[in-house]
């Protein structure tokens, strides 16, 4: 045998023996990658859902009932003109302005270890800023949940009299995880989310106005959320319609607007008939308290004169012009396996709600835009728990669901 094939065969053997090995080590598999330091840009960070932001502003009184800013001096020009704008103290009364953010914490908080709330002025300036930090020993059950997952959490900033709130405000919320070298990563929705909240105008007669208030004024706003996929069943079941408040099947007012409850309209039902091609928009049909399928689909019938509103009505046909007005956008709402609607007409967003009247025959089914809603009960209805119907009880819910029909408090 030669020396050049002993010399091969001593390669290949040694070329078996090393493979086996390293196979065997590794249980025929793969060594697993290290492990890689969370980053903020590597998507791996922790994230939020904004419930909500209220925005406050106090009475401008001490515990015994008098001005805590009173006596004012108003303050002259060198022309001997007094200026509006100068005859307060702003930033004494810009004290009595302060905002709460509420949300909830998702996944991705287990390194997080600096939480900070930041009040923004006119887009850029920071005029107040609250750091929470999950060593500090001192931190109260409040503090310790923004560090945990799956949380319900608040945080309140209110002005300390260093600044005047006129202008337009903002409060949002930023995270610091271990070892990035403490950079600040925002939580809230940018200013470029769809999903962000407005800022907070302010002008001089607001703050004025609360030397003369009795009781706060808050104004809360609450997210509208992202489009959501139809089940793929959904088109196969009928559904009650209970607006957040409403405490009754507001499907009723679909088949006649001024109609009270009564045994022959509380049972009307809708279903829910997908647009094709997308996975987001349905059509509604409407049945009748024993079953009978109305013709045609429910659609919004637009006040020509203001545009501020349009009933919902039944009876729209495959050969009416507009269909976009029989079809709505299924939104996530605010509240547990409820449910938003909107439609997009001309540009503008309009929602699904209950306007309530002076009774329950007063109550109409709307589309409103959001800020035409100037009342609490409008908005919340907004919210719609779509209550699934048995096959067999038109008045039982699908024992496959919960009940969240008497869930919201009555307005």
């Known amino acids: ?48 859902d904004v419930q909500g932001i209220e925005r406050t502003l106090n009475p401008d009184k001490k515990e015994d009932g008098t001005s805590s800013t009173s006596g004012y001096a108003i303050r002259e020009y060198t022309n001997g003109i007094s200026s509006p704008s100068d005859a307060y103290d702003l930033n004494k009364l810009s004290k009595n302005v302060s905002m709460t953010l509420q949300w909830k914490n998702k996944g991705g908080f287990e390194n997080v270890e600096k939480i900070i709330a930041q009040w923004h002025q006119n887009t850029s300036d920071i005029r107040m800023r609250k750091e ?27 002005a300390d009299g260093t600044f005047s709130a006129v202008g337009t405000n903002i409060i949002r919320l930023y995270y610091v995880l271990a070892g990035t070298s403490c950079v600040e990563v925002e939580l809230t929705p940018t200013a470029t989310d769809p999903n962000t909240f407005a800022a907070w105008t302010i002008g001089i007669p607001d703050l004025s106005g609360t030397i003369g208030m009795v009781k706060p004024t808050t104004y809360t706003w609450t997210p509208s959320r992202g489009g959501m996929k139809i089940e ?49 928009q349905v059509k509604f049909i409407l049945y009748k308290h024993n079953g009978d399928k109305v013709p045609g689909y429910v659609y919004s019938d637009r006040d020509s004169i203001s545009a501020k509103f349009g009933y919902l009505k039944k ?25 938003r609607f909107k439609q997009n ?21 709307k589309i409103m835009k959001i800020e ?14 779509m209550a699934p119907i048995s096959d067999t009880n038109r008045t039982d819910i699908d024992s496959n669901y919960d009940d969240r029909r008497y869930e919201s408090t009555q307005c």
């Open 372 to 385: 035409d809603m100037t009342d609490s009960c409008t908005y919340n209805s907004m919210d719609i728990y």
């Open 1 to 48: 045998m030669s020396g050049t094939l002993i010399f091969v065969l001593v390669l290949v053997a040694a070329l078996i023996i090393t493979l086996y090995m390293v196979y065997k080590k590794g249980d025929s598999s793969p060594a697993p990658a290290p492990a890689q330091e969370s980053t903020p840009s590597s998507g791996g960070g922790p994230s939020i």
């Open 132 to 158: 929470f930090i999950k060593t500090n020993s001192n931190n109260n059950t409040t503090v310790t949940k923004y560090f945990k997952n799956f949380t319900d959490n608040t945080v309140t900033l209110t």
């Open 315 to 339: 009876g729209w046909g495959e050969s009416n012009s507009d269909q976009t007005l029989a079809i709505f956008e299924i939104i996530e709402g605010s509240k547990p396996d409820h449910y």
């Open 345 to 365: 007409i001309n540009g503008v967003d309009y929602f699904l709600v209950l306007k309530s009247g002076t009774d329950q025959s007063g109550d109409k089914f």
């Open 232 to 280: 793929k069943d959904m088109f196969t079941k009928q559904y009650q319609m209970w607006p957040v408040g409403a405490h009754y099947n507001a499907t009723l007012k679909i088949e006649g607007q001024t109609s009270e409850e009564s045994n022959s309209y509380k049972n009307h039902t809708v279903s829910m008939v997908p647009v094709e091609g997308v996975n987001n």
